[in-house]
């Protein structure tokens, strides 16, 4: 399964002139053809009749000379919708449009020259010397390298995109909107867990629209789903649609530099993502976003996936009330528990998480100075619940707890020996760095 594909487009522009003027050539001698039988047609009729004033009418009725003109030359009408969810979507892509945006990527790349030594420098005695040419670098120079897509989350500029997108410190970014205006943009942050990053437009006191955000929570499979996106990184606020075709997904996903992560609680569509999508909203028929489009499957079709809005709506508050994103910290090392765990370890209990550390002893159940140890916990305890919710498949201890803040505390019924106790712990901010 790969994603991150972000190369740099050059489609060649086809050469429509000599279609063109042969479709010119046929569609005279139609024409000429088309009134030469209306003509023929018209003089018989003629010759049958005495009445001119039946004639002129008859006339009248042979000569459809609308329907004559090409389809571009005849009055245009507004498309209007077959059916009510082809309206739906028409006016969600119609109102969507305005914010979402390609976001390109330039960056200062090595500029080479060819060069041929001059046969001056070389001692050669038998006027062999063939010199070979040499690629030499002559400087730099900036060039656009990459293309993604984002979308608008506030009117002063918040724009929402992939993490992978904008990975390269050493890069620009600017964003193109669907009017053709290109803002500089700044990285304000990067999630270090979630495919998610928050850039800022810069220099400008222009207003932006923005897209509503929904919530992943009420989603159901089947449902329609409408993608937008920088598709290939050439067509901009391309649109697909599809449905949800799966829901708590969890991908590997890597990139072409051999970077790879993990991904939980992903949502799958069937809505066509390309290279370039990545960062663009999924939207639903109320016109909100659900999710951020990020990843295909190598060796599927039609198999891609999106974040959660829920997990991007949590990064953009704590930017705008922290400057950065962060992640709580408990320290323990677990395994889920399930009937095949809780039946080879011997456990009382099939849900919740046992604390273990691993067999060569390098990784241990407990961090040292973490907040896990300072609360007390030990290795072989199962944690059953977080603040009364329960720990299981469907809600995992790490979704639970990426619910809370460093710094906020948590109550954790343990079950320790055989006995349940609860233990008070306050979380800690992860440093991805360590």
């Known amino acids: 399964m790969s994603m991150y594909q972000l190369p ?7 050469n429509t002139s000599e279609s063109n003027t042969q479709s010119k050539k046929i569609k005279q001698p139609f024409v000429l053809i088309l009134i030469l039988a209306i003509g023929l047609a018209i003089g018989v009729y003629l010759g049958s009749n005495s009445s001119f004033e039946k004639i002129e009418d008859k006339v009248d009725s042979l000569l459809p000379v609308t329907n004559l003109l090409p389809q571009s030359e005849q009055t245009a009408q507004p498309y209007v919708a077959q059916t009510t969810q082809e309206e739906k979507v028409i006016k969600v892509v119609r109102d969507a449009s305005p914010s979402v945006v390609s976001v390109i990527i330039t960056k200062d790349v090595p500029v080479y020259k060819t060069m041929v030594p001059d046969s001056g420098d070389y001692f050669d005695p038998f006027g062999f010397f063939n010199p070979i040419p040499q690629r030499v670098q002559t400087g730099t120079e900036k060039q656009e390298v990459g293309a993604g897509s984002g979308f608008i989350v506030s009117d002063d500029g918040l724009v929402l995109t992939n993490k992978h997108v904008v990975s390269d410190s050493t890069a620009e970014y600017t964003i193109i909107t669907n009017d053709g205006k290109e803002y500089e943009v700044k990285v304000l942050a990067k999630d270090p867990v979630q495919d998610i990053a928050i850039l800022k437009v810069q220099n400008t006191t222009d207003k932006f629209k923005s897209l509503k955000l929904g919530s992943a929570s009420s989603i159901q499979i089947g449902q329609t789903a409408i993608a ?6 050439q067509f901009p606020n391309t649109v697909s649609v599809g449905v ?3 829901l708590g997904r969890t ?4 990139d072409n530099q051999g970077t790879a992560e993990t991904l939980e609680d992903i949502i799958q ?33 039609s198999v891609g996936f999106a974040i959660s809005i829920d997990k991007a709506i949590r990064d953009i508050k704590q930017v705008e009330t922290t400057g950065k994103i962060s992640y709580p910290f408990l320290g323990i090392r677990y395994v889920a528990i399930n009937e095949a765990v809780a039946k080879e370890k ?15 002893k390098n990784q241990p159940a407990i961090t040292p ?9 030990k290795e072989d305890d199962i ?26 505390t948590i109550n954790l019924l343990v079950l320790r020996n055989g006995n349940q106790i609860s233990i008070n712990a306050v979380l800690g901010e992860w440093d991805p760095q360590k």
Do not use: C, M, R
Request: hydrophobic residues 35%; aromatic residues 2%.
């Open 383 to 408: 944690v059953l619940e977080v603040d009364g919710k329960k720990i299981e498949k469907k809600n995992t201890l790490s979704q639970i707890i990426s619910n809370y803040s460093s710094g906020q």
């Open 228 to 233: 937008i996106g920088n598709a290939l990184g």
């Open 269 to 301: 569509t069937d809505a066509a993502i390309n290279p370039g999508n990545s960062g663009g909203p999924l939207l639903n028929l109320s016109g909100e976003v659900v999710a951020i489009n990020t990843a295909i499957a190598e060796s599927g079709q």
């Open 251 to 254: 991908i590997t996903a890597s």
């Open 8 to 14: 740099e487009f050059n489609l060649k522009q086809s």
């Open 244 to 246: 949800i075709s799966g």
């Open 369 to 377: 100075g973490s907040p896990a140890s300072k609360a007390g916990l």
């Open 346 to 360: 011997n456990l009382s209990v099939t849900y919740g998480v046992l604390i273990i550390g691993d067999a060569t």
